[in-house]
Structures are given as structure tokens and as C-alpha cells.
């Protein structure tokens, strides 16, 4: 298959390797409006051979997410199959042996140069023992691997983020919260650009990603909302000998975007300000 080379434009590399996860949170942003499709899965073969005609840059490394990227089979095998000139990041809740990982990945296979830890552990309040994550990320901090802890800052869960907060600081594990998205008791908790298409009042809109959005099967999508809901919305997939990326603004008549698409964050850079998506309204 042929190179593709990301668009300087795009500020994220999403890989869904899966959508199963070992935890149940009831708030997961996954199963926002209670959607998420089934999806076949790559193995671990397939995956290394389509990440690896990715070119991208040093600053801009592929995501291993999901779910829970380290419930994939073959997750060891696509770790170290991909090319070594392709960064690295690992988003997961830690639900995983510590001593395995450290066996098959070494620490410099997902370490770069950036103002954020390559290994980015969420702690759920909800379902994750903090006192076991901190000790692991710890564990994993001392034999040199990049790994921080993301709070997930839910409003019911105040008193536990601020609790592992403190932890980190204390232990000099790069801490940062991780702002709860979605509705709660008829409230919608977040910041976003663009609230009124977070509650599905515009009809009619154009919108232009800044993300490459894998999905388990290898699709490709702009956006979290059709990643979650709309499966036939997919607009390419990394199987494809010819992948055009989609850089311009296009129709959407989606009537209410995903929180995740929507939001106010901070860009790889860690600039705060930034959307994953530029909207545009059509006439």
C-alpha cells in the first residue's frame, strides 16, 4: 500500500484498537447516547501493516486507545511491529500486569520529546483502586518509562481526583485532569465551542476535522459522533490502497454533535483553545 502522509493540519492520531474494555463505567464517553456500534477486528498482522504506511511527524504520534488498547490480543505484536521512525502514545486505565508490559515494551518505545507522558493512565474513580495505579505507575515511572495519570474530574468523584491528585504530586507523577464530558442529572458538564451543536439545535452545519479517527476495523472517520453512531459514515479506511484525508469542510447533518468532537482542550503542543473540529454553518 502506499505512504499516506498525514495533512499538517491534523492535531491527533486516534487508533481504536478495540471497543471492549475490562472496566464499566457507567459514565464511559464511549456509550455517549447509549450508541456504539460493533465492529470487526484487525489483527495484530493487519494493524502493524496499515500503521506502518503512515507517515507522520515527530511530534504527532499514533494513539493506542479504545476501549482498552491492552485487551487486544495482539497487543504486544502491534507495539513492536510498528516502524521505530513512528512515535508512540498509549491511552489506557492501567488494568493491566505491570511486569508483562515491562517484559515485552521497552521504555523508550513510547517516549518522545513533549510536555506530556507518552503512557497516559485514566483513573475512573468509579471502578479503578487508586492506591493499586499509583503504585504501578510508580513501579513504571522508576524503571524509566513515560507514564502519567489522567483524572477523570467526575462531579460525584471530587473528594477521589483530588485525592489522587495529591498522590501524584507527592510521588512527582505528572498529574493533569481530565474534564468530564456528557450529561448528568439533566445537566451537560464540559466547555465546548460550540454548545448549541452539543444539544442538537442546529439543522444544519459544515465541518472540518483536525483528527484521524481509526476505528477497530480500520475505517477511518472525522468525527467521535460518526466513530460512535454511524458506522456507514466511515469515509475511508487505512486498508485502502489510495487514502485521500479529509482536510476541507463538508456537509454534516448530524443533530447533535459528540462531546469529545466539540470541547475546549488543549492541542499536542498542550495550547489550550483548541477544537477537534472547525463548524461552519450552511445555507
Same mark, same amino acid.
Given at each position: 500500500?502506499? %505512504?499516506?502522509?498525514?495533512?499538517?493540519?491534523?492535531?491527533?492520531?486516534?487508533?481504536?484498537?478495540?471497543?471492549?474494555?475490562?472496566?464499566?463505567?457507567?459514565?464511559?464517553?464511549?456509550?455517549?447516547?447509549?450508541? @456504539?456500534?460493533?465492529?470487526?477486528?484487525? %489483527?495484530?498482522?493487519?494493524?502493524?501493516?496499515? @500503521?506502518?504506511?503512515?507517515?507522520?511527524?515527530?511530534? @504527532?504520534?499514533?494513539?493506542?486507545?479504545?476501549?482498552?488498547? %491492552?485487551?487486544?490480543?495482539?497487543?504486544?505484536?502491534?507495539?513492536?511491529?510498528?516502524?521505530?521512525?513512528?512515535?508512540?502514545?498509549?491511552? %489506557?486505565?492501567?488494568?493491566?500486569?505491570?511486569?508483562?508490559?515491562?517484559?515485552?515494551?521497552?521504555?523508550?518505545?513510547?517516549?518522545?520529546?513533549?510536555?506530556?507522558?507518552?503512557?497516559?493512565?485514566?483513573?475512573?474513580?468509579?471502578?479503578?483502586?487508586?492506591?493499586?495505579?499509583?503504585?504501578?505507575?510508580?513501579?513504571?515511572?522508576?524503571?524509566?518509562?513515560?507514564?502519567?495519570?489522567?483524572?477523570?474530574?467526575?462531579?460525584?468523584?471530587?473528594?477521589?481526583?483530588?485525592?489522587?491528585?495529591?498522590?501524584?504530586?507527592?510521588?512527582?507523577?505528572?498529574?493533569?485532569?481530565?474534564?468530564?464530558?456528557?450529561?448528568?442529572?439533566?445537566?451537560?458538564?464540559?466547555?465546548?465551542?460550540?454548545?448549541?451543536?452539543?444539544?442538537?439545535?442546529?439543522?444544519?452545519?459544515?465541518?472540518?476535522?483536525?483528527?484521524?479517527?481509526?476505528?477497530?476495523?480500520?475505517?477511518?472517520?472525522?468525527?467521535?459522533?460518526?466513530?460512535?453512531?454511524?458506522?456507514?459514515?466511515?469515509?475511508?479506511?487505512?486498508?485502502?490502497?489510495?487514502?485521500?484525508?479529509?482536510?476541507?469542510?463538508? @456537509?454534516?447533518?448530524?443533530p447533535k454533535c459528540n462531546p469529545c468532537d466539540?470541547?475546549?482542550?488543549?492541542?499536542?503542543?498542550?495550547?489550550?483553545?483548541?477544537?477537534?473540529?472547525?463548524?461552519?454553518?450552511?445555507?
Amino acid at each position: 500500500m502506499e %505512504t499516506l502522509e498525514i495533512p499538517k493540519s491534523y492535531n491527533y492520531i486516534g487508533v481504536f484498537l478495540t471497543f471492549a474494555c475490562n472496566l464499566k463505567c457507567s459514565y464511559c464517553i464511549n456509550h455517549y447516547d447509549n450508541a @456504539l456500534p460493533q465492529y470487526g477486528h484487525l %489483527t495484530g498482522v493487519q494493524w502493524v501493516e496499515v @500503521l506502518n504506511r503512515i507517515k507522520s511527524r515527530p511530534d @504527532l504520534p499514533i494513539t493506542l486507545q479504545g476501549g482498552e488498547p %491492552t485487551v487486544h490480543p495482539d497487543f504486544y505484536e502491534i507495539v513492536n511491529g510498528v516502524h521505530k521512525d513512528i512515535n508512540i502514545d498509549i491511552l %489506557t486505565n492501567g488494568q493491566f500486569d505491570e511486569d508483562q508490559f515491562m517484559r515485552h515494551i521497552p521504555p523508550d518505545r513510547c517516549k518522545r520529546s513533549a510536555k506530556y507522558a507518552s503512557i497516559r493512565f485514566s483513573y475512573h474513580p468509579e471502578t479503578v483502586n487508586l492506591f493499586k495505579l499509583e503504585h504501578k505507575v510508580n513501579k513504571m515511572r522508576k524503571k524509566g518509562y513515560s507514564v502519567g495519570i489522567w483524572g477523570v474530574d467526575h462531579p460525584k468523584y471530587k473528594v477521589e481526583v483530588q485525592l489522587c491528585e495529591q498522590l501524584s504530586k507527592l510521588n512527582g507523577v505528572d498529574y493533569r485532569y481530565k474534564e468530564f464530558l456528557g450529561e448528568l442529572d439533566g445537566k451537560l458538564y464540559g466547555n465546548y465551542k460550540y454548545p448549541e451543536h452539543m444539544k442538537g439545535k442546529v439543522d444544519r452545519c459544515e465541518c472540518k476535522p483536525s483528527e484521524m479517527l481509526i476505528a477497530p476495523n480500520g475505517d477511518i472517520f472525522r468525527c467521535h459522533r460518526d466513530l460512535y453512531e454511524k458506522p456507514t459514515r466511515a469515509y475511508a479506511s487505512l486498508r485502502d490502497e489510495h487514502v485521500h484525508l479529509m482536510q476541507d469542510h463538508v @456537509l454534516c447533518v448530524s443533530p447533535k454533535c459528540n462531546p469529545c468532537d466539540g470541547k475546549i482542550k488543549y492541542d499536542r503542543f498542550q495550547q489550550d483553545g483548541h477544537c477537534s473540529v472547525d463548524i461552519k454553518e450552511s445555507r
